[in-house]
């Protein structure tokens, strides 16, 4: 699969820089990248690949994106989507690397486990449905099983939570998104989908709205420029400017 992010044009940043908004950290690289700008992946604010960054990723050698060894698919305003292969003997422990202190798993995800010491209540997704779409190798087929946070109101699924279902791998998993107003249901296939915040209270400019989120002990918000709007909403990022 090919795996692109949302490339924030570089006119975004020389808008901003010259806008009435703080500059942004600095020292923060936002690049993936060689000096050829073909090759470049901008990331927006607070994103980025060196240790000062608010929320920083890891751009490999070969210059794609990821987190905890994980390809990232899209960073969008309100989630990372991180590309995760069905893969028949992945131990369920691996999710730790998608949980950090300023991301998470969101209770959208689907995932689908093996070797469960007890059966688990239906998911939304049919795993039997899905069998065609993840032949992999030397994978046992069926016995496989699917868990959904029930409780819609938990905005992240923590690991304990997982480890609780008594299943030892995890297979794969399958975002459904929930997109438009209009409930349109979009499933990204072999997606986990990490939902992420600022540690503090709001901090978002007039023009944005802002969600306040809990990881954990972690108090946190997101910013989202109006409609109409464009940017990273936060007071210390970009802000927003008319789209
Ligand atoms: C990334 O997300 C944005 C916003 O939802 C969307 O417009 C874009 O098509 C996505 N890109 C990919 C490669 O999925
Ligand atoms: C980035 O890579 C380093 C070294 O492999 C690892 O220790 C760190 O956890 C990774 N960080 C993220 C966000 O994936
Ligand atoms: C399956 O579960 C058993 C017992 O829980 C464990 O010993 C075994 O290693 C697991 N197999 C895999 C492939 O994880
Ligand atoms: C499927 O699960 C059942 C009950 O956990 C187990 O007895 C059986 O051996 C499993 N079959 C395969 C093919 O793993
Ligand atoms: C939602 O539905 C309305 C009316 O059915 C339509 O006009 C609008 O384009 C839809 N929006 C999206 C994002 O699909
Ligand atoms: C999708 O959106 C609709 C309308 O906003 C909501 O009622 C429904 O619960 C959402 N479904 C999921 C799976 O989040």
Not at 15 to 24: F, R, Y
Not at 108 to 120: A, D, G, M, T
């Amino acid at each position: 699969m090919i795996l692109i992010i949302t490339s924030i044009i570089t006119s975004f940043f020389l808008l901003s820089s010259s806008s009435s908004h703080p500059p942004q950290n600095s020292s923060c690289i936002r690049v993936c990248g060689t000096h050829d700008k073909s090759s470049q992946t901008h990331v927006q604010y607070p994103f980025g690949f060196s240790p000062s960054c608010e929320i920083q990723l890891n751009c490999s050698e070969i210059f794609t994106v990821q987190i905890g060894g994980f390809h990232v698919q899209n960073i969008t305003n309100d989630n990372i989507l991180v590309n995760i292969p069905a893969e028949c003997d992945r131990p369920i422990a691996k999710i730790r690397q998608l949980m950090g202190t300023n991301y998470a798993p969101t209770s959208r995800n689907n995932f689908l486990l093996q070797n469960c010491s007890k059966p688990l209540k239906e998911c939304l997704i049919e795993p039997r449905l899905l069998e065609d779409r993840f032949q992999v190798k030397g994978c046992q087929s069926g016995n496989r099983s699917c868990y959904l946070e029930e409780d819609r109101s938990v905005q992240f699924t923590s690991f304990d939570t997982l480890e609780r279902t008594g299943c030892s791998t995890l297979f794969t998993s399958i975002a459904v998104e929930n997109r438009s107003v209009n409930s349109s249901v979009e499933l990204e296939i072999q997606t986990v989908e990490l939902g992420w915040l600022l540690e503090g209270p709001c901090k978002c400019v007039d023009q944005a709205d802002c969600t306040n989120l809990t990881l954990g002990q972690l108090q946190g918000f997101r910013c989202r420029c109006k409609t109409g709007f464009e940017g990273d909403g936060f007071v210390d990022g970009g802000g927003c400017r008319k789209g």
